[in-house]
């Protein structure tokens, strides 16, 4: 255990606990000056921090609820008997979880040009006018929802479908037996017997949502006017676009208590003792 025990260390503790004392710290070149909470103080005081606080907190009230319906309906759909070909729609489901993020931001950058998009251009079919997918404050914010709604409501789906294969098929039989309907049986059967699967997707889905960096940086780069300028595209900037280092690790930080707090209390609405 010794060399995994090392590289924990070198690679996980040291980083963590590097980066929380340089969050008291001022850095200027190669020089570190400690100046207490200063960076704190100043995040506190920092209108862009807010601003992508709310973003943050827009996209995920909006976001996590539309793709773990999806997500689910998705998974129930699999999971009928009735359906042929069962692997290739779960591979084909999945394969946007696993696409580089790069090459499909790239492609949705193409769709949703506001000129030249294959998108607008099938809208314009039924007769409705050009929409600045990437280029207004609104219109980005829905954009980057459709692209994590995309990449990440068949990853959700694959856990959602190892839940509803762990229900006892019996539970389903003897509501058969005693008259109630798929419809009955879904919201009496399948949802309570789900509760362990929401929480875990829930929870991870906030999680992963605060942490929102890629998608808003590669399609609009936290623009137009700051309206998709996420936490961590924030940190990013302050980090290696300013060189401001203390002052990301305290972003950081600041972000690492409001998602713990966050977890917390969704663990307390929804969860078991």
Do not use: C
């Not at 399948?190 to 929102?212: A, D, E, H, N």
């Not at 006017?225 to 302050?238: G, K, P, R």
């Amino acid at each position: 255990m010794g060399p995994a025990f090392l590289l924990i260390l070198i690679f996980t503790v040291y980083p963590v606990i590097s980066s929380f004392i340089l969050s008291f710290q001022e850095v200027r070149g190669v020089e570190k000056s400690f100046i207490g909470f200063a960076n704190y103080t100043r995040l506190f005081q920092d209108p862009i921090f807010y601003k992508s606080l709310l973003n943050t907190f827009q996209i995920l009230i909006v976001q996590v609820p539309i793709m773990l319906f999806l997500s689910l309906l998705i998974a129930v759909g699999l999971h009928s008997s009735m359906l042929k070909g069962k692997a290739f729609f779960r591979i084909s489901y999945f394969m946007p979880a696993i696409t580089a993020l790069v090459a499909a931001s790239i492609v949705f950058m193409i769709l949703l040009d506001e000129n030249f998009g294959l998108v607008n251009y099938f809208l314009s079919l039924f007769g409705v006018d050009s929409i600045p997918w990437l280029t207004t404050p609104f219109w980005a914010k829905v954009s980057v929802i459709l692209v994590m709604t995309w990449r990440w409501a068949g990853y959700n789906m694959v856990i959602f479908l190892a839940g509803l294969q762990n229900i006892p098929s019996d539970l389903y039989e003897a509501a058969s037996i005693d008259g109630a309907s798929k419809v009955k049986q879904f919201f009496m059967i399948t949802l309570p017997q789900l509760k362990p699967v929401f929480i875990f997707t829930v929870v991870l889905s906030t999680i992963g949502t605060l942490q929102l960096f890629d998608e808003p940086f590669i399609l609009t780069g936290g623009g137009p006017n700051n309206a998709t300028m996420t936490i961590t595209v924030y940190l990013y900037e302050a980090g290696f676009k300013f060189f401001d280092f203390g002052y990301a690790s305290a972003i950081a930080y600041v972000l690492v208590i409001i998602t713990a707090i966050i977890s917390w209390i969704q663990m307390k609405l929804v969860g078991d003792e």
